[in-house]
């Protein structure tokens, strides 16, 4: 039970801190002088070094057997970065801040599901993954509203500092985790689970499964219709003149508190029915959200079709451990297939906007949603036609017995 509530809180918090390097940078530089051209820079400095980070971050986590360490060390360093953020803010330390939050990054996302799968088990990974994505949504709109209005009653600045001292807590929640909690020898239902000596396969192995690449097509496909979608309608609502701050805060949180409530129960329904049928449900709500983002409406329509991000986002994020964890079940290089999904999936988020943008200058905003729609619907076939069920056999007898009972 200690060790649980360890990873729920490290869970909520660790999201809470990665909200600190949102667009808060961005107009801590603004009121710094910076131009748009520099902010630019720092910012895609940061998005491409978190590009290129993804997949040795994995493989590094592979090869740590005691993940709290590598966890930790994740932490220290998305810590430190915050507090290069508080100093004057030169381009030294922004450009230094933004690749170190970027590589810090990139070994926490895949060190969390180390851990998850660690305390859980694969055959119970699904629900794990659904409760620690609660906690992540809880936390990433908490801390929101905590760092937004520490910016409104002091400065931007306090926000990088609370982002630091918010490490402290994580730190402790790590503490909590205890390693007699881990899943025993006889146990282990999965090779990521044993000492990285004792793997017999090299890592490059998981490039021959074939499901690993249909998903990442699928990703790419997911995240260039999805990354998109918010920015291009607050974009046309601004110009409206009702892209007021309220309709924004609404379309970042409302969407957390939508995952905050799927997670779990679509993290149970996967065990039960497999992950296809819920990986379909997911990846239709984006081509749908982009259909009726085309239709230009107004703020209180968007802030209500922003839902369906909250359903995309459940899926999605739940998904992505779950189908490295199915398919390197036999080899054990869970964290290096979580990093090359986490690639695909960067690749389609980069190229997005500036498909709509381009698409919207040429052709119009409706135009340029439904370019990013077909985008979407073309991951839904993807997935309808060429993704495997990657459910193990033996969750599928366990979760029919239950059934049955």
């Not at 131009?35 to 630019?40: P, T």
């Not at 402790?172 to 004792?198: F, K, N, Y």
């Not at 291009?232 to 805060?249: K, P, Y």
């Not at 869970?334 to 919207?360: E, K, M, R, W, Y």
Request: hydrophobic share 55%.
């Amino acid at each position: 039970m200690r060790s649980r509530l360890g990873l729920n809180g490290l869970n909520f918090l660790t999201a809470a801190i990665q909200a600190g390097f949102g667009p808060f940078i961005a107009v801590w530089l603004t009121q710094n002088g910076w131009s748009l051209e520099s902010i630019g820079f720092a910012l895609s400095l940061g998005t491409f070094a978190q590009v290129i980070a993804q997949v040795p971050g994995g493989w590094l986590v592979d090869h740590i057997h005691l993940k709290r360490y590598a966890t930790g060390g994740a932490l220290i360093g998305l810590g430190v970065a915050a507090l290069m953020l508080v100093t004057t803010p030169s381009h030294a330390t922004v450009w230094g801040s933004q690749i170190l939050h970027a590589v810090a990054s990139a070994v926490m996302t895949p060190a969390l599901a180390a851990l998850t799968l660690k305390l859980c088990g694969h055959g119970s990974f699904g629900n794990r993954l659904g409760v620690n994505a609660r906690y992540a949504s809880l936390g990433a709109a908490g801390s929101a509203a905590l760092l937004g209005a520490a910016a409104s009653v002091t400065s931007d600045r306090s926000v990088f500092l609370l982002t630091a001292v918010l490490v402290i807590p994580a730190l402790c929640t790590l503490l909590l985790i205890r390693p007699s909690d881990m899943v025993e020898a006889e146990e282990q239902d999965h090779s990521a689970l044993l000492h990285p000596t004792e793997r017999e396969r090299p890592a490059w192995c998981i490039f021959r499964i074939p499901a690993l690449h249909v998903f990442a097509v699928a990703a790419v496909l997911f995240q260039l219709a999805n990354a998109g979608l918010l920015p291009a309608a607050l974009n046309i609502l601004t110009r409206r003149g009702e892209g007021q701050g309220f309709v924004v805060s609404a379309c970042i949180i409302l969407p957390q508190m939508v995952v905050a409530a799927l997670s779990p129960w679509a993290g149970t329904l996967a065990e039960r029915i497999g992950r296809r049928p819920i990986l379909l449900i997911g990846f239709a709500a984006v081509p749908l959200r982009a259909l009726l983002f085309a239709t230009l409406p107004g703020a209180v329509p968007v802030i209500v079709i922003e839902t369906l991000d909250g359903v995309s986002a459940t899926v999605f994020g739940m998904m992505l451990p779950l189908i490295a964890a199915d398919v390197t079940k036999d080899n054990g290089y869970l964290n290096l297939a979580i990093g090359s999904l986490g690639l695909a999936a960067s690749l389609g988020a980069t190229f997005s906007p500036t498909l709509a943008g381009v698409v919207a200058n040429h052709f119009g905003d409706p135009a340029a949603f439904l370019c990013l729609g077909t985008a979407g619907l073309a991951g839904v076939v993807v997935l309808a036609f060429a993704m495997p069920e990657t459910r193990p056999e033996r969750s599928r007898d366990v979760s029919e017995a239950t059934l049955a009972a």
